[in-house]
Structure formats: C-alpha cells, structure tokens
C-alpha cells in the first residue's frame, strides 16, 4: 500500500514580494504551507540567498573569507559586479558600515554615491543596509533611498528608534523595507503596526527579527521565526505575513569557531572549512524556521545552501 503522508491545512499566505527591475527582478514569499512543505500547498518561490559586499574594505572579516574577494574587496563596484557575474549572485546587499560613528564615519553623500555607483553597475536587485547606528542610519538610509529611486530595491534597516523617518523615505522613493526587531514577537508586530500606521503598505515590509549564529542563540532565533511564520499561516495574521530577513553573515563571520586557528585549536579542524559549515548551517537551519531572505558572505556557504534549496525544493 502507497504512504499518504498526512497534510495539514493554513488559513494564511506569505506576502508575495518583488524586488528589482524587468527580468532581473527577484519574487520572493507567496507561500501558504510550512518553509519547503511543497507537498502540503503552495511554494511559488525559493528562498533567496543576497551575496554581502560593503562600502570599504572588510578589514574586520576574518582571513578566510576575506581573501575570496582579493582584488574586489576594496572597491564596492567592482565586488559588486564580481558577486554578480562570477557569482551569480540573485541579489546583492550592500552594507554601508563605513558611514558608522566608530568606523569612518563617512557622509550621507559619500554612501549615496557608492549606492548610485553599485546600481549603474549591476543589474540584480540590491539591498541597502545602513551601518546600525539609528541616529546615522536616518540620515544615510534617506539619501540612499532618493538616489536609489526607480530601481525597487530593499532599505534597511528602520528600528523603533528611526522607522519614521526611514519608512517615510522607502515609501516616497517606492522601496520595500526592512524592519528590523529584537528577538521578540510581540516587539516585530508592534513595528510592523506602526511603520503601517505611517500608510507603509504591509505587503512592502521585510521582517528582521534579528539573527544569531550557530552555538550563540540560534534555537531563540529559530523559535522567534518559527513563531511568527505560524502567526502569519495558521492565525492568518496580516501583520505577521511578510518575508522574513536572516541576516546571516555578520554574527557568523565575527564569532570564536571561525576565527580561532588550528594552531590554537587543532582539535576542531580545517579553518576554512568550520567557518564555510558554520555559515550554512546558521542559514539553512533559519530558513527552515522561515527566512525566505538569507544575506551571506561566502561563496562556498552560499553554494552549499543553493544545493541544500534544490534537494528540499
């Protein structure tokens, strides 16, 4: 006798989100079943993985990623065109950390140049996230914003200290927007009510319920995820269906594991390989939980993931 396997039904739907332009243009969402449960409804759209460039060189990324954009690393334009055809990265997001207080603390002018110049260069759809100091960030986000207008990109990141001005901005120059929480449900709801009180379209909200690697949270990330896709399926909550963001590559990238040589460690292995595993494993496990947006850094992590898509798709 043939398996039937057991199928559960939803009340709610995953948002479909476009990003882009004409057939470079990404979708992402539109799902009304559980991440990679195709055999219970609807998966029009896979995951999708956005290759990670900044505004200055990645002097604090770790040597065995850093060394993968040897030649690219110190000129966003070039990374971001090397992301894109040597790649073939879906989508890239350009991270201004340069324009951060403690960093360089470049102008809003300077990063609305490097933003206009990564555009006129590459054709996938680009994510523009901001250094994470809220006060600049406001700044920096507006003027990146106009510049960037016409080419439907993803901004980021509004928190509750800056949504206003920066969802105000996203919504006048037609962006789609990350809106960005702290590992809590109830806290990303209550952002996303307000950014939509702003007359923020719901289905152009991007959540970011914050990220965490493996061994440094990643069961809270994962539950919190979990919680708000359910939300979103099983209690058809409106303000709980958007795409979800997992910013994976800058908490992995930064930990002990991947940092902490065989010499000091022997025991735990192959540099190289522990910081590519480490990355996958954070990303494929949040999808699981319901990321539909993963941002990552390397290149073989984002291989691995690709294959890890196609085997469950």
């Given at each position: 006798?043939?398996?039937?396997?057991?199928?559960?039904?939803?009340?709610?739907?995953?948002?479909?989100?476009?990003?882009?332009?004409?057939?470079?243009?990404?979708?992402?969402?539109?799902?009304?079943?559980?991440?990679?449960?195709?055999?219970?409804?609807?998966?029009?759209?896979?995951?999708?993985?956005?290759?990670?460039?900044?505004?200055?060189?990645?002097?604090?990324?770790?040597?065995?990623?850093?060394?993968?954009?040897?030649?690219?690393?110190?000129?966003?334009?070039?990374?971001?065109?090397?992301?894109?055809?040597?790649?073939?990265?879906?989508?890239?997001?350009?991270?201004?950390?340069?324009?951060?207080?403690?960093?360089?603390?470049?102008?809003?002018?300077?990063?609305?140049?490097?933003?206009?110049?990564?555009?006129?260069?590459?054709?996938?759809?680009?994510?523009?996230?901001?250094?994470?100091?809220?006060?600049?960030?406001?700044?920096?986000?507006?003027?990146?914003?106009?510049?960037?207008?016409?080419?439907?990109?993803?901004?980021?990141?509004?928190?509750?200290?800056?949504?206003?001005?920066?969802?105000?901005?996203?919504?006048?120059?037609?962006?789609?927007?990350?809106?960005?929480?702290?590992?809590?449900?109830?806290?990303?709801?209550?952002?996303?009510?307000?950014?939509?009180?702003?007359?923020?379209?719901?289905?152009?909200?991007?959540?970011?319920?914050?990220?965490?690697?493996?061994?440094?949270?990643?069961?809270?990330?994962?539950?919190?995820?979990?919680?708000?896709?359910?939300?979103?399926?099983?209690?058809?909550?409106?303000?709980?269906?958007?795409?979800?963001?997992?910013?994976?590559?800058?908490?992995v990238w930064k930990i002990k594991e991947v940092s902490a040589t065989e010499?000091?460690?022997?025991?735990?292995?192959?540099?190289?390989?522990?910081?590519?595993?480490?990355?996958?494993?954070?990303?494929?496990?949040?999808?699981?939980?319901?990321?539909?947006?993963?941002?990552?850094?390397?290149?073989?992590?984002?291989?691995?993931?690709?294959?890890?898509?196609?085997?469950?798709?």
């Amino acid at each position: 006798m043939a398996f039937t396997p057991p199928k559960e039904t939803y009340t709610g739907k995953v948002y479909t989100t476009t990003i882009g332009q004409a057939d470079r243009a990404v979708n992402m969402g539109g799902e009304s079943v559980l991440p990679f449960h195709s055999f219970e409804g609807v998966t029009p759209n896979r995951p999708v993985i956005a290759c990670e460039i900044m505004d200055i060189p990645p002097a604090e990324w770790p040597d065995t990623v850093k060394e993968v954009y040897s030649g690219v690393g110190d000129d966003p334009v070039k990374w971001a065109q090397h992301c894109e055809t040597t790649l073939n990265a879906r989508m890239i997001a350009l991270r201004l950390a340069g324009t951060h207080p403690d960093n360089e603390n470049r102008s809003a002018d300077d990063a609305a140049k490097v933003v206009k110049d990564v555009l006129n260069a590459i054709k996938v759809p680009l994510i523009i996230i901001g250094s994470n100091h809220a006060e600049k960030d406001t700044e920096v986000l507006v003027k990146a914003s106009e510049v960037a207008k016409g080419h439907n990109c993803i901004i980021g990141k509004a928190q509750e200290a800056n949504y206003k001005t920066i969802a105000a901005s996203a919504m006048a120059n037609d962006h789609k927007l990350i809106a960005m929480s702290e590992l809590d449900i109830n806290l990303s709801k209550q952002l996303n009510i307000m950014i939509t009180q702003l007359g923020f379209s719901k289905d152009r909200i991007i959540v970011d319920p914050m990220c965490s690697a493996l061994g440094y949270g990643l069961e809270y990330t994962y539950s919190v995820m979990e919680r708000i896709r359910l939300a979103a399926l099983t209690q058809n909550d409106t303000l709980m269906q958007q795409p979800m963001l997992a910013d994976v590559g800058v908490y992995v990238w930064k930990i002990k594991e991947v940092s902490a040589t065989e010499d000091q460690l022997p025991e735990w292995g192959s540099l190289k390989e522990r910081g590519i595993a480490w990355e996958a494993q954070t990303a494929a496990s949040l999808m699981l939980a319901g990321a539909e947006l993963v941002i990552m850094r390397h290149p073989e992590a984002i291989r691995t993931v690709e294959a890890f898509i196609d085997e469950l798709s």
